[in-house]
């Protein structure tokens, strides 16, 4: 039962200036705001008030909540307690005292109300079962999207004509899908936990207590700047309009340079100086506006530039360099993405150009990052400017007496022999001169594919040692000849017999025990017409290329020493008669002798060979806990529940 006494409203508030108001808060809930009373701050009001109401709604004993008057102000009683008088401090602009009081009376009421419902047994459970409902819905909304992300690409891959294992080779749309999707997680799960929040008092009461706390450390002044104080809050804020400014610029200057290219016709390389000056324009002017509305001064960035001036003068001085040679090789455009170069011994293909530093990928497939002052000032080779013809040079030494029209036909046949030797310009055999041990040639074959040269190298020495031997064409050895006085032949002689007594040298026994064997001279010579040894050791042919032979490979995989293929469960799906791709990497590592690169090259292989794919078409080969099945397994239905 409420009763009333205080003061009639029809008396006009008199208007009061504002001050500050601190909040009366039940369970994460605001109700009012109260201010200062003499001696008394707004803080310390409202968390006597906060007490009080606390204690009241963890009982379960009635509350009679009366209105009174005290020294000519309306007062709040909770039985015999006294919750708050209405100060003049706390009258709305509209009101007077005693409405103010009767309507915060009100609220206080059913705030309680709530706050005993809200404890009971009966709420407790129905809000459990309402957060297990949402935690559910939550959980099948996130496996939604990840499925989505996943399908969507197969789906389009398929409807395009395009093989399944195509959808994996994640194009610049499907990582933008990703992306999304998983930004949509997120908030899916953000709004899962506001939801728990706001359905019990303590959670409730908890994310305003973090809210408070987090807001009041960020709004705290760290420092004054003409005449204002900022705070974190607002540091941020700078960082987030810079942020988006880059990012809106960005896309513009992109979408500009497409626009362009496709009126214009000209390549992209072409459009990038004039995308490069109107990115950073836009940026300068886009930072202006934001420090102005930010409430900075722009005539103390005259001071800044002063420092920054002398810093470019001591410490930032390779920082500017690099960033201005950076715009000139923009415009200049001596090197460019995807060209290969030469720096010194550094060789690769250039992958990005920045405004500091260009990105060199190299053929042991590590990035460099490259200041862009040292491809202006030192010599640079770029086996891509113009176009990607390179020329190679193989030195070749043959023994003297051999047929040099022997010679010509069998480096020519070695050259003819590789793919990836240009017809056009043809190869040439060219006499360098007469060495001391050999007859010098040179063999200059034509390629397209600088980044590969090193790897042509190597096969064309192959295919050349092959074609010599055919030919019957000795390699020579460095000789000497010795000139021996008469008078010591004799004493020359005997000590070679010496030298090829036979001596016993111990070699190691993986058993343990000592192993002697007899040497006796020199190793034997490699004789080509025999097919003899060269120092005992007998060359070894290059290892087979990893996709050679795919019906003998496919018939081991499937053999009974092949891959483990079996019925395979993951989450609430089986999938019968597969393997997973880490344990397949790791046997074509064991059987073929492999490195893991050429094993998930080998395994991409067969996909695109349409022998294996991944079970759901969602993923090309991998390294790792993905399902895959041979074609030859396929079932009517792949996918038990």
Known sequence: MLTLAGRGSAQEPTPLPLTDKA????????????????????????????????????????????LAEHDSFPTIRMGDWHLLTVMDSDVLPGMDGGEQAQRWLQTVEAALRQARVERSA???????????????????????????????????????????????????????????????????????????????????????????????????????MNERSYSALDILWLIGAVAVLWIVVSLFTRLLSSRLQRATGATRGALQPMATLVRYGLLFVGLIVILQAAGLNLSSLAIFASVLGVGIGFGLQSIANNFVSGIIISFERPVRPGDFVSLGDLHGTVQSIGARSTI????????????????????????????????????????????IQALRGALLEAARSDPRVLADPRAEVRFIGFGDSALSF?????????????????????????????AGIEIPFPQRTLHIPAGEVATVLERLKDGRALEEVELYDPSGAPTVVRHAGPPAQHSPSTGGTLGGHVPTAPPPAPGADLGALIAQMRGPDGLAIADRRHLLSVYPRCFVGAHAVEWLMRARDLTRDEAVRLGQTLVERGVIHHVLDEHPFRDGNFFYRFYTDEAVEIVKP
């Open 23 to 66: 909040p009366v808060v039940l369970d994460g809930r605001v109700l009012f705001e109260v201010g200062e009373s003499g001696t008394w701050s707004a803080e310390q009001r409202a968390r006597e008030i906060n007490r009080i109401l606390r204690a009241a709604a963890a009982t379960s004993e009635p509350v009679n909540l009366t």
């Open 122 to 224: 009966a709420y407790v459970g129905a809000a459990s079962l309402r957060v297990t409902a949402a935690f559910v819905l939550a959980v099948l909304l996130h496996w939604l999207l990840g499925r989505i992300s996943r399908r969507v690409p197969v789906l389009l891959a398929r409807r395009r004509g395009q093989p399944a294992h195509a959808a994996g080779m994640e194009p610049a749309w499907h990582l933008a899908l990703q992306l999304a999707c998983v930004a949509m997680q997120a908030v899916v799960w953000i709004a899962a936990l506001l939801y728990l929040a706001d359905q019990f008092p303590l959670a409730r009461q908890l994310r305003y207590d973090t809210n408070v706390l987090v807001g009041g450390s960020l709004r705290a002044a760290l420092f004054m």
């Open 442 to 470: 040179e063999l200059l074959v034509w390629s397209n594919d600088p980044p590969g040269q090193e790897l042509l190298k190597s096969d064309l020495h192959y295919q050349i040692e092959a074609s010599l031997r055919r």
């Open 360 to 403: 060199v990928r190299t053929l042991d497939r590590v990035s460099i990052v490259v200041p862009n002052s040292r491809l202006l000032e030192n010599q640079v080779v770029n086996w891509s400017y113009g176009d990607d013809l390179v020329r190679l040079h193989l030195p070749v030494g043959v023994a003297y007496g051999s047929d």
